[in-house]
């Protein structure tokens, strides 16, 4: 009798071992489990990149930086030359148009929400 209950118990304890394995794996194999599974590797493999992408970053200016001093000392350049102004472009004018305004002309009948003939009111654009 006691050898049957022992038999019983442990065939119901692998069942139910069996029937929780089964479970877990049949949850892993959801599509949406397996979205976020494949998630969370791109994330974890973009870090990765971005760590490595760094590094690489940093060693290449370090580089850049001791190697631009060792020509510098070849050359005779100690100081940082001044690099010049930026320029600045000239504002792009209408040639129909006096300086300080604006292109559109304001006739009684224009609705006052038109600002300029290149840009309309569109009435659905709060919507």
Not at 20 to 26: A, P, Y
Not at 59 to 74: C, P
Not at 120 to 125: A, D, I, P
Request: hydrophobic share 35%; no cysteine.
């Amino acid at each position: 009798m006691f050898r049957r209950t022992f038999w019983f118990t442990t065939g119901v304890a692998a069942g139910v071992w069996a029937t929780t394995k089964v479970n877990r794996k049949l949850k892993q194999l959801t599509p949406e489990s397996l979205a976020a599974t494949a998630a969370d590797k791109a994330l974890e493999a973009g870090q990765r990149v971005r760590d490595r992408a760094v590094g690489f970053a940093l060693d290449v200016r370090d580089n850049m930086a001791r190697r631009e001093a060792e020509l510098g000392d070849a050359l005779g350049i100690t100081e940082d030359p001044e690099l010049p102004a930026p320029r600045r472009r000239p504002a792009i004018e209408n040639p129909g148009t006096r300086p300080g305004t604006h292109p559109t002309i304001h006739h009684p009948s224009t609705p006052k929400y038109i600002e300029s003939p290149m840009r309309s009111y569109n009435r659905n654009e709060d919507h």
